[in-house]
């Protein structure tokens, strides 16, 4: 059983003159649920087409479940299961012939399945269809955009992958149907060895699903590691001068720093309280406050494009 | 059970924070008496739709300080107050509210005496509800 599930070395894309995916390094030990999380336009989709083999790289490689991506054997593909961006599903099939379809490509039955074999679990797709109060003969044509979302989740589910990659699969749905596909993803980490891997843009989201958070800024990894890591890394500093301010700012581990009449406000990432303590001491600050930030919050401070940007990614120490 | 906890993802306080300081406070309140079982990791991850590592840490850090115990192949129960122990950051913690609770009286335009007064009184009142709690739900 290979230790990663997920290994990207130098992994590069290039459109024309211009690198989408930069020379990415990952990996991702089994088990975790990984928010892959990045701005519009940061090169997600482009670095899941590659990892899946879609793409063919310009340089680098990556590896799925120990086999290189650009040579995914049919046994290995079985054990992963994708949800592109936009559930796409053939509009005029039923929800019926799109399972009979995709049955086709497992084994019929899961306990029929061999060891390190994907089989379907017809039970666990039909559930799911009527949990979401769908029916065998609708046709896709005739869903909503939620509905084929749902489609969509029993349909990557019901192989029950070892390794389940999602592009934005929330994109577009309602509170409601969006907490019912979180719930299908917490019953599918309930299950031992799953790991997922997941795009979105709502950090609410990511802070309750997942244990590790992977951000891609500008097709470069800026951190991989766990989320209570980079809450507890990036942090946003509010000091108060009571005369004048130093000309220049020199303190480990800034990345940006905004001024203001008095006021001097600063984002830090892995800098300790006591050397933030230590610097507003040597610096003559007169008070100076930690701001209490969500996910959210850190994240618009951490990819902010204002001021000087240190490229910054750490692995997690354990 | 389990319907006591309500967690708000995507807010300033970590998940794993709230949820033991959600536990503490049903505790504190005496509305989870000493033996009483916590919901199973698995089932309140399930139940608040979080990951269950998340679960796991907050009763990790409940256990820590003291307020339950886990036996092994049974579960997480309220443990023996005379049995916790002290927790220096817990109350470094607490120190921090209260002083934000300070500002906010002083704002108000209070005293120091009215806000020991309003203190005390919260304190006692609140001591009175627990022990007419107590055992409710036990």
């Known amino acids: 059983m290979a230790e990663y599930v997920l290994e990207a070395q130098g992994l590069t894309k290039f459109y024309g003159s211009k690198p989408a995916v930069d020379h990415i390094d990952l990996k991702i030990p089994r088990g975790c649920v990984c928010g892959f999380v990045g701005r519009n336009g ?8 590659l990892m899946l083999g879609f793409l063919k790289p310009t340089a680098g490689s990556s590896r799925l479940l120990g086999c290189d991506s650009q040579n995914l054997t049919p046994a290995i593909r079985q054990r992963i299961g994708y949800a592109a961006e936009g559930h796409h599903l053939f509009r005029d099939a039923t929800i019926g012939n799109l399972a009979g379809f995709h049955s086709a490509f497992f084994h019929k039955q899961l306990a029929s399945a061999k060891q390190g074999e994907a089989g379907w ?55 409601a149907i969006r907490r019912q596909f979180l719930e299908g993803m917490i019953e599918l980490i309930m299950h031992q060895g799953r790991t997922i891997l997941f795009s979105s843009h709502i950090l609410g989201d990511i802070d309750r699903v997942a244990d590790r958070i992977i951000v891609l800024d500008k097709g470069v990894i800026r951190a991989n590691c766990t989320i209570e890591q980079f809450r507890t890394a990036v942090k946003k500093v509010r000091f108060v001068f009571g005369q004048s301010m130093p000309e220049t700012v020199d ?6 720093s905004r001024r203001a009449d008095k006021e001097l406000e600063m984002v830090l990432v892995g800098t300790a309280d006591e050397k933030i303590a230590e610097w507003a001491k040597s610096a003559g600050v007169e008070e100076y406050q930690i701001i209490k930030q969500n996910l959210e919050d850190q994240f618009i401070e951490y990819t902010a494009p204002i001021g000087q940007i240190r490229p910054f990614a750490w692995e997690a120490k354990q | 059970m389990a319907l006591w906890i309500q967690i708000t993802p995507g807010s300033d306080e970590p998940i794993y924070l709230q949820i033991v300081e959600q536990v503490g406070e049903t505790i504190a309140k005496g509305q989870l008496a000493v033996g009483d079982k916590l919901p199973a990791v698995r089932k309140l991850a399930s139940e608040l739709v979080i990951n269950p590592n998340t679960v796991a840490r907050a009763y990790t850090i409940l256990e820590q300080t003291g307020l339950v115990t886990t036996k092994t192949g049974s579960g997480t129960f309220v443990a023996n107050p005379a049995l916790r122990s002290k927790d220096t950051v817990g109350i470094n913690m607490l120190a921090d509210r209260m002083d934000s609770l300070i500002v906010r009286g002083l704002n108000l335009g209070l005293e120091s005496q009215d806000i020991i007064a309003m203190f005390k009184d919260r304190l006692e009142k609140f001591i009175k509800t627990r022990q007419g709690g107590r055992r409710k739900n036990g």
């Open chain 1, 121 to 175: 679990d017809g039970k666990l797709f039909w559930d799911m269809i009527e949990y979401f109060g769908l029916s065998k003969k609708q046709k896709i044509k005739k869903l909503s955009n939620g509905q084929r979302a749902q489609v969509s989740l029993a349909l990557t589910l019901a192989p029950n992958p070892e390794l389940l990659i999602m592009d934005d699969p929330t994109l577009g749905l309602d509170a």
């Open chain 1, 42 to 49: 940061a090169g997600k989709t482009t670095a899941i087409k």
């Open chain 1, 251 to 256: 303190i480990e581990g800034l990345l940006h």
